[in-house]
């Protein structure tokens, strides 16, 4: 496993990084931790004859939280994530979702820039995202724009970034209520066989707000729209549980691999689906 | 002469010999980096070697373009079959008497079959020279099930056109390899058909692979000055390969050397004789130059010798009270492309036949159909192609079996059917004689060990809170009780490539009272540094720390048959306490010359011989070989060495009771294992801490193969399972605690009691795990279900039977 030849580019600025992405044009990618890039690269599934190593590019480090909004550096570390105290407090989802990626090792170098520009249906972090309602701020030739996470995914491997954009942050609303990030998979390190990110707030007696967002069951993240206003107005009971699996179902389309057929997935999604929703209910 | 002093005591610590807990002495070099690996081997000039493989399971080779390789600048060589041919080396024999591909002769047969090699500069322009060897292919229907290959039109092994008998006997079709039996089939049909309680049952164990930390690889040098080719590699028989290595090219076995530097894990996964070695020795020919090729990993575990796949058809029958009366069992054999597993000539699958188990079953019959598939070969890893743990999860699945349908508990049905101590030496229906054993003790100990009983009222009152709706997980005790059959083998029944299965060390005592050892086989982890030093410590007297064990070299190694089969300590353990007994004979008679008394009246005494009845007078081994090097002895040679070469009389046969209790989520498939109780028996235990490390290792592995670890393909060959990302291998955080326990039968044959473990754990662990399984699912009629039990597979039970409501 051993990829082909490649020229290492590694620009200290944002400028000459976009500089060099567009000198080479196709013949150029950006690399954040690597650990999606350099396996794909070692499979010879990617061919990337210029690598731009964002590492030495210390604007784009950095987690900041501005009264209730979040922003998230692109290069910062699911290490980090794991890590930053205030983080934890402000949007304790991150936190838990981190945890259950990959292992100590690869949350080192992963980045959520590269997990979420990556668009690997498999990737936890743009499902969260979309749960949480982030927005990716683009920076690209023609200046900088903000894409929203729930508008961000095309298609496996495909986004709304153009490949002379970098992505350099993420922001988000800080939470308040309940959450939960809920996974299956098959061991440490693997991708998830169904995920399930859950936000909730409660009023009283019931759910005030939800926001729903599954992975790995589709070829991009699935925010349940649907699924989540199943709840809203509900006790989080056994009854609503079963409408927002549903309906989530509904908005779902897995596909067979080594983790199991459909059907398996679809009954995993909702179990794990409604795990999520009752941990989330009980953190109100 | 006080036996109980201190002194004595300190004595006997100090040696470190059987019974001590002494660390391994391996692991100071290994967990400080500083193992030295195939790959840590450079040579100057070396080139580098890898492979174009095939992406079809099955297709003709229409053309091989390497212009475009060729050209590209660092790029040496590209061999293809045509190269090889001239010196006849494009096919090459494999151990079980077939012969297969070296490079695509005009097709190939599996997914990742070498097609050319390429040599280069160095690996990364290999790399990008394979990329470049255009290869045309031309697809040909694909045979992946072994059962529909039987009736197939498709032929795959074309080479054998007209051949209507193999190495082992009558080919039936053109895709069938062979069909091997034993036992008495008419009786055993009697019996069956006469039978009380039958239960029959179709058991698929999966093929898997050992996935060994280390890929395999070697470095070949030939020395055309000289005319000698050193060949380093991953071998787990080094000897062996020097052998084939001479026979296959022509050189004289004393112009080949073969060393294997420490290795990675083995599993059999590097027994065989792969086409890297051979396209490596041939490259080094023709360049002059040292060549090294080392797999990576998705080579490793699409290409190399997988583990099982094996479809066992069984019958077994008893009488209402639960007394066997009979064993009946057909197995269809998925040998992949080529039959390449590492066989003793005499025994094409291997040891299956010890499939009647720990249990005394007066009657049987196996029949095994060898088959030809569009998938790699090999068969020969995790316990080797001896096929014991496809016997253990046989037997132990249908012991499970017959307890349900006498709707009776399957730890009483063992109980009434283990070979009591009182029958060893035991010969079975199928033609072994189990040395020794003492099955009632250790399943009494084990029961009482897990509170059995207890257990199985939990278990109840799961099921019944399960019924009521409260919970959502199952509860499932595995139960196993294997017997293995280890130290292959005794000459006249075991053999590889006609080679007798002894083995050997041979001992130099040096002067100032230190010693070195060779011996045969070769550790891949196993720690023989650390206990071969041990038998020889209590043997001669001479502290463990005092001894070098020297392993893997052919120029100074005694031949030896290598390590698989947990055969290193049954057979080469056995050498090494022997060898030591001429050594202490000898030592006897110097220090009865010493002593001035006649070498009668001396006797030995841990580290020294004594007067009888005077032992403040003696003389230490010590002091033995310094006299041994500096005096003139009447009537002895000087010096202090020796040499022992072990044909084993039987093969010996370990035990062992292993329990585990599982928590099963019938809604995502989800397991966690509670808790394991490993009990074995390996006879005389020489270091309990590395036998604790080995059990520990091979109950992971058992582990891993039952819940989720599997070589799978698609119906176009494809294999899904090609890296580790779908290959499972458990992490510390999967794998479940272990309770390691003992009971001691030593072997009545073998010179230090000892039996062997190595492989233990994983013959015992897979049916204990996968027992576990079915019984959490057995309240609810389950009888049987494939492994590996990965979560979709334990949701997909749980579905057919209705639990998902
Ligand atoms: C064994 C293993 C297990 C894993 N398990 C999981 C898991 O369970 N869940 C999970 O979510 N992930 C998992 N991962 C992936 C891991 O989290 C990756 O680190 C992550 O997906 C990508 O982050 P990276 O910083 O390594 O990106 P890279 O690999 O460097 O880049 C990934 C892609 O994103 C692009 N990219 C990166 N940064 C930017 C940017 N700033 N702007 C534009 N494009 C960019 C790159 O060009 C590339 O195409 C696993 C990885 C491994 C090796």
């Not at chain 2, 046969?653 to 028996?681: H, K, N, S, W």
């Not at chain 2, 801490?689 to 698609?714: C, K, N, W």
Request: charged letters at 20%; one cysteine or more.
């Amino acid at each position: 496993m051993i990829p082909a030849a490649f020229d290492y580019h590694r620009p200290d600025s944002l400028q000459d990084a976009l500089g060099l992405l567009q000198t080479h044009g196709e013949d150029a990618r950006v690399m954040a931790g690597g650990h999606s890039l350099i396996p794909m690269m070692k499979l010879r599934m990617a061919e990337v004859p210029h690598l731009i190593d964002l590492q030495a590019i210390t604007g784009l480090r950095g987690i900041t939280i501005d009264g209730a909004t979040l922003r998230l550096g692109a290069m910062v570390t699911q290490h980090e994530i794991i890590e930053h105290a205030g983080l934890s407090c402000a949007a304790p989802i991150l936190r838990e979702a981190a945890l259950q990626i990959a292992d100590p090792q690869v949350r080192y170098m992963g980045t959520i820039g590269g997990n979420v520009a990556n668009g690997d249906p498999g990737n936890d972090m743009p499902g969260l995202m979309q749960c949480l309602g982030a927005e990716f701020t683009l920076v690209g030739p023609d200046g900088t724009r903000s894409v929203a996470a729930r508008a961000f995914y095309e298609a496996a491997y495909m986004t709304a970034r153009t490949d002379d954009e970098i992505l350099t942050a993420i922001s988000f609303p800080a939470t308040t209520g309940g959450y939960a990030y809920e996974k299956q998979k098959r061991k440490i390190g693997d991708y998830a066989t169904a995920a399930a990110a859950v936000l909730l707030t409660r009023k009283g007696g019931t759910c005030a707000s939800a926001s729903i967002a599954m992975t790995n069951l589709s070829d991009v993240p699935v925010w349940s729209e649907a699924a989540a206003q199943a709840l809203v107005g509900t006790a989080c009971d056994d009854t609503a549980i079963k409408a927002a699996m549903a309906a989530m179902d509904a908005d779902i389309d897995p596909g067979e691999d080594n983790r199991g057929p459909v059907a398996f997935k679809r009954h995993v999604a909702g179990v794990i689906l409604s795990r999520a929703i009752s941990r989330a209910w009980s953190r109100t | 002469m006080n036996d109980l002093s201190p002194e004595r005591d300190n004595r006997i610590a100090n040696l470190k010999g059987l019974g001590c807990s002494r660390k391994r002495v391996e692991d100071v070099r290994f967990t400080q980096g500083k193992g030295n690996y195939v790959d840590d081997i450079k040579m100057a000039g070396m080139l580098h070697g890898d492979f174009v493989r095939s992406p079809y399971a099955h297709a003709r080779v229409v053309s091989i373009n390497t212009d475009a390789a060729m050209a590209l600048d660092g790029v040496i060589a590209v061999l293809t079959a045509k190269d090889l041919e001239p010196l006849g080396l494009h096919w090459m024999p494999t151990l079980a008497g077939d012969k297969q591909m070296v490079l695509a002769d005009g097709k190939v047969l599996f997914q990742g079959q070498e097609v050319a090699y390429v040599v280069a500069r160095d690996r990364y322009v290999a790399a990008d020279a394979v990329e470049l060897v255009e290869v045309e292919y031309e697809e040909l229907p694909v045979l992946v099930d072994p059962f529909m290959a039987l009736e197939s039109d498709t032929v795959l092994r074309e080479d054998l056109a007209g051949q209507t008998s193999g190495a082992h006997g009558e080919r039936r079709h053109p895709n069938h390899i062979f069909l091997w039996e034993e036992g008495d089939k008419a009786a055993t049909e009697a019996v069956l058909a006469e039978a009380e309680v039958v239960a029959e049952e179709m058991i698929y164990y999966h093929r898997t692979h050992p996935c060994p930390l280390e890929t395999c690889g070697c470095v070949a040098s030939m020395d055309k000055v000289n005319g000698k080719l050193t060949l380093y590699g991953t071998f787990q028989a080094p000897h062996v390969v020097r052998t084939v290595a001479s026979l296959l090219s022509g050189i004289e076995e004393h112009n080949i050397r073969v060393v294997s530097p420490d290795i990675g894990g083995g599993f059999g996964n590097k027994v065989g004789v792969y086409p890297g070695y051979v396209c490596s020795i041939v490259a080094s020919i023709v360049t002059g130059k040292p060549v090294k090729w080392v797999e990576d990993r998705m080579e490793n575990l699409m290409a190399t010798a997988f583990a099982r796949d094996y479809w066992m058809k069984g019958r077994i029958s008893a009488t209402k009270e639960g007394k066997i009366t009979g064993l009946h069992c057909h197995v269809t054999a998925d040998h992949g492309a080529f039959d390449a597993c590492a066989d003793p000539t005499k025994f094409p699958a291997g040891f299956f036949h010890i499939c009647t188990g720990s249990y005394d079953i007066p009657v049987a019959y196996v029949g095994v159909d060898g088959v030809y598939t569009n998938k790699a070969p090999g068969g020969v890893a995790y316990r080797c192609s001896f096929r014991v743990t496809e016997a253990a999860y046989f037997i132990e699945r249908m012991i499970e079996r017959l307890a349900q349908e006498l709707n009776m508990d399957s730890a009483e049905l063992r109980r009434i059917n283990f070979i009591r101590k009182d029958q060893f030496p035991y010969h079975s229906a199928l033609g072994w004689e189990y040395d020794s054993g003492d099955y009632h003790t250790a399943w009494d100990k084990a029961l009482a060990a897990v509170g059995y009983d207890t257990l199985r009222a939990e278990q109840a009152e799961r099921v019944e809170a399960f019924r009521r709706g409260e919970t959502r997980k199952l509860m499932g005790i595995g139960l196993s009780f294997f017997t293995e059959i280890v130290g292959a083998g005794p000459v006249k029944n075991c053999d590889i490539l006609g080679m007798g299965m002894f083995d050997s060390c041979e001992i130099r005592i040096h002067p100032t009272g230190s010693a070195i050892a060779r011996l045969g086989t070769i550790s891949q982890g196993q720690g023989h540094a650390t206990t071969f030093a041990q038998i020889l410590a209590s043997e001669i007297g001479i502290p463990a720390d005092s001894i070098t064990i020297e392993e893997g070299d052919t120029d100074t190694a005694p031949y030896g048959l290598g390590t698989y089969g947990s055969r290193s300590t049954p057979v080469a353990g056995a050498a090494t306490a022997l060898a030591g007994r001429k050594i202490r004979a000898k030592a006897q008679m110097i220090a009865a010359y010493l002593l001035e008394v006649h070498d009668n009246d001396v006797e030995f005494d841990v580290d020294r011989f004594v007067i009888k009845g005077a032992p403040e007078r003696f003389k230490t081994m010590k002091e033995i070989a310094y006299a041994a090097y500096n005096q003139a002895i009447p009537g002895l040679e000087p010096g202090l060495e020796a040499v022992s070469y072990y044909d084993p009389p039987n093969m010996t046969y370990p035990f062992g009771a292993y329990i585990c209790m599982m928590d099963v989520d019938v809604d995502t498939g989800e397991t966690e294992v509670r808790q394991v109780y490993a009990l074995d028996d390996c006879g005389t235990r020489i270091n309990p801490m590395v036998i604790e490390g080995q059990v520990h290792g091979g109950l992971t592995e058992a582990f891993a193969i039952v819940m989720g670890q599997e070589i799978a393909y698609d119906e176009m060959g494809n294999c899904k399972t090609g890296t580790l990302m779908d290959f499972f291998l458990p992490t510390a955080v999967e794998t479940p605690h272990y309770t390691t326990d003992f009971t001691e039968t030593p072997s009545p044959h073998h010179p230090i009691g000892a039996k062997g473990v190595g492989e233990s754990p994983n013959v015992g662990g897979v049916p204990m795990f996968s027992n576990a399984v079915h019984d959490a699912f057995r309240a609810f009629g389950l009888k049987q279900s494939h492994m590996p039990h990965d979560h979709w597979r334990i949701w997909r039970i749980a579905e057919g039977l209705g639990l998902h409501g």
